[in-house]
């Protein structure tokens, strides 16, 4: 009984005014997606037009969209991206690990770490200087030749050298950019604590820090899963290269489709989570934005 | 008795002097309020008390120490001294009762059930019992600055600098944290105040010292500064203040 009561108190029947005033919105909103439905259906339409009564039309879908190829090529292909994806599982969390180093070391003040300061910034600077493409024939073709022990000769392993050479000078950017979005006095709370340069770093700084860059990390993330690629020029038998052993063999392009088309299909459900996390944190952020 | 002692210091930023030739001697559960106009260097001085800026000149010792000597391990003097700052400052990443015990756990390496337990006991002292899971932007203005109050004082400091506290409060959130200060110092807490509220200063402090341009013009104790004031600079603000309906 006082529920009900309490119930009609805090929300009172909705005004004659309001109801008319969600009955257009209603309607707005059911336009605005018949509008955009309409106009993805022509824009599509208009597009396939263009494209099928283009003079090599016939030609170009002989040789990129015949279904036999795709059918026979798809299970090497398969099996090639499997190795990018392998590539990318070890590259990934080693590129976290060892871009985090190279940005807290930039931040070290003390006057021990100067070497380490210095190497952190010519190291970022370099490797973001350099084509990938390039450092990964450099460590493929280059470190073998040094015939030092210890260092590994297979191209998988190279490879992943190679990138994560090329990604951790990104990655630590980032989290160097990350660092310094905490605002100073987040800092000078922690060290009126007592925490030292390290807790306060540890506790305080890189907790916010990394969770206010997580989205340009994925989006590093979904450039790092295209560019294992990249390796097959050093060697690697992976989606791309396999595909390219088809294409040369057989004049057929399709087995390339086939490699877009998997590739397409890792890096979108880690776009759209990319783009789920910043909308959260937009809305965390409030309508004001703080 | 001393339990801090100021002597002569300066600080310079690039084109001027922010602190020139400061002296102040604080006794144990003295409460000092510093009064002044914005950029008379409150704020200044108290940064330098906690060593988060570095003097040009003269010395602070704290208990005997001298806390501005260059070899002096920064991290173990503040150990010694809270500080709760205008905006707050809590982690937003942490709950009320993480903010106050990561000190404790971290710095005086208390462990954790134990560290909880005393956050917890203060936060019921200070009616926040049931904010200790809550994250600080689920509190008001004047909630946060009580747990910035708390955390300051959960590692039992020696010294609480409290750096115009109730500043970016409406003025019905000022009175909950004053009335968390005054308890403060019932209990013994020596305590340096920056602050705007003057009526507050009046009634709490042991000793009130008027800023003027870097310099302390005047100390005293309230009676004396707020009644009758020698220096003309210290009334001429007070009747600024008193123009401006703040006292």
Redesign the interface.
Known sequence: MTDEVTDEVTRPARSARQLERERIRRRQAVRSSSIATASTIVFLTLVAVLVTNSPGWPRVRETFFDPEWFVRSLPDVLQGFWTNVKIFLIAEPIILVVGLLVALARGLRAPVFFPLRVLAVVYTDVFRGVPTLLVIMLVGFGLPALQLTGVPSDEITLGVIALVLAYSAYVAEVFRAGIDTVHPSQIAAARSLGLSHGQAMRHVVLPQAVRRVIPPLLNDFVSLQKDTALVSTIGVIEALRQAQIYAASKFNYTPYLVAAMLFILLTIPMARFTDYLSARAARRRGPGGA | MTLLRIEGVWKNYRHQSVLRGIDLDVAPHEVVCLIGASGSGKSTLLRCV?L?ETIDDGAIHLDGDEITDVRAD???V??R???V?Q?Y?????MTVLDNIT??PR???KVDRARAEEQAGELLARFGLADKAGEYPDRLSGGQQQRVAVI??IA?QPRLLLLDEVTSALDPILVTEVLSIIRELKDTGMTMILATHEMNFARDISDTVCFLDGGVLLERGSPEQIFSSPEHPRTREFLQRVLDAGRL
């Open positions: 906690n988060l920064v991290d173990e503040r150990k001294i809270g500080m700052f905006s400052n809590l982690f937003p990443h990561l000190a971290k710095v005086h955390r300051a590692t």
